[in-house]
């Protein structure tokens, strides 16, 4: 699993890169001046101030006056974990509501593009969210450009007992992927003559297709049901073509 660090952290968490910097050196700090905090960040300390006033109104600083001067603390990690937890506490409550209205349009046709690792993460996410069998046509070239989030997904996908069929090329990585078929919940096949550049996920009545190149990381979700059974019939197709 890939290490994370503490900057990519506090980011996901919502933090900007200068919040990020100021959370930090205020961490380190202490309780302490916004010119101290400013120094300790090398942000300026008109944005520095604005920034710990943010950080008050969402319950991430306290401030207190220390002779004749603010001093702020920003909240530690146990706290932000408390923030988050609120955070999926108060959406859990409105899950239902917010379903209903994505129901709305749930038979619309829909495509939607992605850019980024991130991007993609998220149609894998949907993919395991929607706790339906998967077919994927695929290269091994997907074990290079998700060399450490990819483990992650198939364990996930295991965990849930989610099946899956593979077509790929003939290669090491198919072989290898062949040989762990059993206790992975999946059935592997190859084809040959397949050099593909894309990986096709057809899974409830979605098709996903990642472009498989890590500098210029893209994908498409297309949610149909027509185009979902068209391509579930040309796996097929190919399924019975293959070994």
Partial sequence: MATITINEALTSFGLSQKETKIYLASLELGTSTANNIANKAKINRSTTYDIL??????????????????NFEVVGPKQLLAKLDEKKHKLKAVQDQLELIQKRTANKPTVQVFQGH?????????ILNAQKPIDVISSSKIFTVFKYYFPHYIA?????????????????????????????????????NCD?????????????????????????????????????QLFEFLWRKSR
């Fill in 53 to 70: 006033k943010d950080f008050q109104e969402k319950g991430l600083a306290s401030k207190t006056t220390i002779g004749h001067t603010a």
């Fill in 118 to 126: 991130e991007g993609v993460k998220t149609i894998l996410e949907d």
């Fill in 156 to 192: 996930k996908r295991k965990k849930i007992k989610i099946k899956t069929r593979v077509l790929q090329e003939p290669s090491i990585q198919t072989r290898a992927l062949k040989r762990k078929d059993s206790s992975e919940l999946r059935k592997t096949r190859t084809l040959k």
């Fill in 196 to 232: 593909l550049n894309t990986v096709t996920f057809i899974y409830s009545n979605k098709v996903a297709q990642i472009k498989l190149n890590k500098d210029d990381l893209m994908a498409t979700l297309t949610t149909d049901n027509t185009i979902a059974k068209d391509q579930r």
